[in-house]
C-alpha cells in the first residue's frame, strides 16, 4: 500500500475499533502487530484437548456489547461472521458453606431471590441499579467520554444547573465511596455482599478502594441489562470480523510486525521503525495502543518528552492475574442450585475473604484462599467442547506480581520472586482443591488443565505488566483525567502526531474499545 493516513501499534480491542472506524471514514490505515497474530488479550486456542475451545485471557463482552463501538461497528461486524452467546445468569457466588446466589437478566426475579436471601436486600439492589439508571447521562459520560472536550466541559456545566452545584458535588463524593462501606451499610445479608465485592476485582480494584462502590453498581447494572455473553466459537471470531471489516474498509494488517521505535522529523511523529530496520511513514499520525513503558520507554527511548519520562517512572501497575483452563468430561456437578449455568461464577468466603485476598496480593504474598472467578462457556456455547463434556476458564484476579512469601505459609517463594513453572503448577493445586469443594467428583472428571501464572501471560503479551491485565492500576489517582498521567490531556503525547490509547488511558481497562472509539472520532 501507498503510505497509509495512521498507523496504528498494536492490535488490541482498542486498535481495532480505532481502525474500523476511522476506515470507516474513508481513512487508509495500517495495523502493525508484534505477535504472529492479531488481538492483545483476546486469543482462542485449544489449549487442554483436541475439540476443546479456551479463550485464553479475555473471554466476557458484556463492556463491548453496551459501548458505542458496538453501536456503531455491531452490524458489519456481524455480517462478518459475529454472533454471540447469552445466559440468563450471567453472575453468581459459591461460598465455602454452601451458601450461594444468582443474579438473572431479570430485575423482578432479582428482587425476589436477593430478599428471600434476606428481608430487603432486594429492594436495596432495586434502588441501587435504578440509581445508576437515574444517573446514566452523568456517569457514562464520564465513564466514556473524552474528558478535556466542550461536550464534558457542557455535560457538567448541565448537571451543575440542574442539579445545583452543591448537590452534584455530593453525587461525585458519594460516587468515591469504597465498596467495603456500600456493602455493609446496604446489605444485611453475606452472600448478598460477597455477589459484589469480588466484582470490583475486575475493574482493577479492591473493595477498600475510593470508587469501587460506585465501578461495582456500575457492573451490577450492565449484568442485569445486558448480562455476560461470549462469543460464539471463541473470541478469535470477534478477531476475523474485525479483520474483515477492515480490510473491507481498506486497512491493512501486518502480523509479527515489530515496532522498535517512532520515527519523528522536526517535532512531528511521521513514521515507525521495525525490528528488521524497516521504516514506514504515515501522512496524519501515530497511534499507539501499548502501556506507557513501551510508549515513552522502548518507542520514543531518548526521544521521549522529559515530563512523560518522569511521569512513566511514577506509574504503578497493578495486581497480576493468574489463569486456569480445564477441560472435564461432564459438566461440573456444582453443590448449589442452579449455578450450572451462571456465565461468571466467582467462589469466595466474602467480603472480608475479598479483602484479604487481595492485601495479600498487593503485598506480594500468595492468597491463602484466593477469589476464584469461574467461567462455563460450554453451558452458553456448546460448540466449546464435544457433546457432554465441559471447559471451565478460571480467572484469580489476586496474584502477585512479585512474589515474597505465601499467606497460607507452605509454597515457598523463589529467592528471585518470579514465578515459576514448579510454583504456578503449585498455586493451581491450591486453587483445584477449592474448587473440587465445590463440585461432586471434579477430580475424577478432569480431562486435562493448563494455568498460566502473571509471568505467562506477560510473556504473551508484553502490555501486561507482571501479569496485570488493566494497563497500570486503576486507583482514582491513576483515572479519569489522571490517566494515564496527572497532566494527561485526552489522548494526546506532547508530540505532534503520536497519539496514545489502549488501557492505560482514558476509559480505562475492559473490552469496550472505548479510548480507540474516542480517538477516531476525533481524528
Same mark, same amino acid.
Given at each position: ?94 461460598? *465455602?458453606?454452601?451458601? #450461594? !446466589?444468582? $443474579?438473572?437478566?431479570?430485575? &423482578? ?7 428471600? @436471601? +434476606? ?78 465485592? *469480588?466484582?470490583?476485582? #475486575? !475493574?482493577? $480494584?479492591?473493595?477498600?478502594? &475510593? ?7 456500575? @457492573? +451490577? ?303
Amino acid at each position: 500500500m501507498t503510505a497509509p493516513d495512521h498507523i496504528i501499534v498494536g492490535s488490541g480491542i482498542n486498535a481495532l475499533v480505532c481502525a474500523a472506524m476511522l476506515g470507516g471514514k474513508g481513512a487508509k490505515v495500517l495495523v502493525l502487530e508484534r505477535n504472529d497474530r492479531i488481538g492483545g488479550c483476546m486469543r482462542t486456542e485449544e489449549i487442554t484437548a483436541p475439540g476443546f475451545v479456551h479463550d485464553v485471557m479475555a473471554t466476557t463482552f458484556v463492556l463491548f456489547i453496551t459501548s458505542p463501538a458496538f453501536a456503531a461497528l455491531g452490524k458489519d461486524l456481524a455480517r462478518h461472521g459475529l454472533e454471540f452467546c447469552h445466559t440468563a445468569t450471567p453472575t453468581g457466588v459459591l461460598r *465455602p458453606d454452601g451458601s #450461594h !446466589a444468582v $443474579l438473572s437478566t431479570d430485575r &423482578a426475579a432479582n428482587v425476589a431471590a436477593l430478599n428471600e @436471601i +434476606a428481608s430487603g436486600d432486594g429492594d436495596r439492589h432495586a434502588n441501587d441499579v435504578s440509581e445508576i439508571e437515574r444517573n446514566a447521562g452523568l456517569l457514562f459520560g464520564l465513564l466514556g467520554g473524552s474528558l478535556w472536550s466542550y461536550p464534558t466541559t457542557r455535560l457538567m456545566a448541565g448537571e451543575a444547573w440542574r442539579r445545583g452545584p452543591r448537590n452534584l458535588a455530593a453525587f461525585l463524593g458519594d460516587a468515591l465511596a469504597p465498596a467495603r462501606g456500600w456493602l455493609e451499610n446496604s446489605y444485611q445479608s453475606e452472600t448478598v455482599r460477597a455477589l459484589w465485592a *469480588p466484582w470490583v476485582l #475486575h !475493574a482493577g $480494584l479492591g473493595p477498600e478502594d &475510593a470508587f469501587s462502590s460506585q465501578i461495582a453498581k456500575v @457492573i +451490577a447494572f450492565a449484568l442485569e441489562a445486558a448480562g455476560a455473553p461470549i462469543v460464539k466459537g471463541g473470541a478469535r471470531n470477534l478477531l476475523s470480523a474485525f479483520e474483515a471489516l477492515i480490510k473491507e474498509r481498506g486497512g491493512v494488517i501486518r502480523t509479527e510486525g515489530d515496532v522498535a521505535s517512532i520515527v519523528q522529523s522536526e517535532g512531528r511523529a511521521t513514521g515507525v521503525r521495525l525490528a528488521s530496520g524497516e521504516i514506514v511513514t504515515a501522512k496524519k499520525s501515530i497511534i499507539c495502543s501499548v502501556t506507557p513503558t513501551q510508549l515513552y520507554g522502548r518507542l520514543l527511548g531518548k526521544d521521549a518528552p522529559a515530563a512523560a519520562v518522569e511521569a512513566t517512572r511514577k506509574y504503578r501497575y497493578g495486581k497480576g492475574n493468574f489463569q486456569i483452563h480445564y477441560a472435564l468430561d461432564r459438566p461440573p456437578a456444582w453443590r448449589g442450585n442452579g449455578l450450572g449455568n451462571v456465565a461468571l461464577l466467582h467462589l469466595t468466603p466474602g467480603l472480608d475473604g475479598v479483602s484479604k485476598a487481595c492485601n495479600e496480593a498487593v503485598r506480594g504474598l500468595l492468597p491463602e484462599v484466593p477469589t476464584i472467578c469461574v467461567g462455563q462457556p460450554h453451558a452458553l456455547d456448546p460448540s466449546r467442547c464435544p457433546n457432554g463434556k465441559a471447559i471451565l476458564w478460571l480467572q484469580l484476579p489476586e496474584a502477585p506480581r512479585h512474589i515474597k512469601g505465601d499467606a497460607a505459609g507452605k509454597l515457598e517463594a523463589p529467592a528471585d520472586g518470579q514465578w515459576t513453572e514448579k510454583l504456578r503448577e503449585a498455586y493451581a493445586d491450591r486453587v483445584e482443591a477449592i474448587l473440587g469443594n465445590h463440585i461432586d467428583g471434579f477430580k475424577d472428571s478432569v480431562i486435562a488443565r493448563r494455568a498460566y501464572s502473571p509471568a505467562d501471560l506477560e510473556a504473551m503479551n508484553i502490555n501486561l505488566v507482571g501479569g496485570d491485565p488493566y494497563g497500570g492500576s486503576s486507583t482514582i489517582d491513576q483515572s479519569f483525567l489522571w490517566r494515564p498521567f496527572k497532566a494527561s490531556r485526552n489522548h494526546d503525547t506532547g508530540i505532534k502526531g503520536l497519539y496514545h490509547i489502549g488501557a492505560s488511558t482514558h476509559p480505562g481497562a475492559g473490552l469496550g474499545g472505548g479510548s480507540g472509539f474516542l480517538l477516531a472520532g476525533r481524528l
